[in-house]
């Protein structure tokens, strides 16, 4: 090689390699920016969801006022669930549990639920599931109103022995080709419902990101 190359093959070497640097910078930019539009994404998803299941008027700041429970027995988990406390005039008017887990015929069904002081259902809905398209699918509140059954009910309308399908003796009419799922849904509603009759007072105490 020519001495007298050398400096413009250097010169390039440091241009390719500044473009390089400059590329993959933007790379990791642009991959940042996608992560958090999408994390911003599903926490406006969320909050839309927690609004829809939490119609009464409040008065406080219902996505801070939350505290971190976990009982698998009652909320279909080992993971944390996050309770959503409502108030007005520092009175608690209700709660959005989310997420809770049935186990629906395909996998996971993560639930968001809110409940009223006494114990009446506010709304259902829910959050993710992998139910198979045109049959469990139907349980998502974008695809039917099949949902919505569940508000206004509670641990005692109907009766416990109630919560079931009709074809099990229970009230509650099902999906089409998915008894399954259906079965899940309400055995996972209804269990909520026992876990806040159990534990009512405790979830709107004054405390922060605690664990019962």
Request: charged content about 20%; some cysteine.
């Amino acid at each position: 090689m020519d001495i007298n190359q050398r400096p413009h093959l250097m010169k390039l070497v440091f241009t390719l390699s500044g473009v390089a640097f400059v590329c993959v910078l933007i790379l990791l930019i642009a991959n940042q920016m996608t992560h958090r539009q999408i994390a911003d994404n599903a926490r406006l998803q969320q909050l839309r969801i927690i609004d829809a299941v939490m119609p009464i008027p409040h008065d406080n700041a219902l996505y801070d006022d939350t505290i971190k429970v976990i009982d698998p027995q009652y909320l279909g988990s080992e993971n944390s669930v996050t309770v959503f406390r409502a108030r007005n005039a520092d009175q608690p008017i209700g709660l959005v549990l989310m997420p809770v887990t049935a186990k629906g015929y395909s996998g996971n069904i993560l639930l968001t639920i809110g409940i009223a002081y006494d114990g009446t259902l506010l709304g259902v809905q829910v959050l993710k599931h992998q139910e198979t398209e045109g049959l469990g699918d139907g349980v998502d509140q974008n695809k039917s109103d099949w949902i919505k059954v569940f508000t206004d009910h509670s641990i005692v309308k109907p009766p416990v022995e109630a919560w079931t399908v009709k074809t099990d003796g229970g009230e509650f009419d099902q999906l089409s080709g998915a008894t399954i799922t259906s079965r899940s849904v309400i055995n996972a509603v209804r269990k909520s419902l026992e876990y806040y009759q159990i534990n009512r007072d405790n979830l709107y105490l004054d405390q922060s990101n605690t664990e019962n």
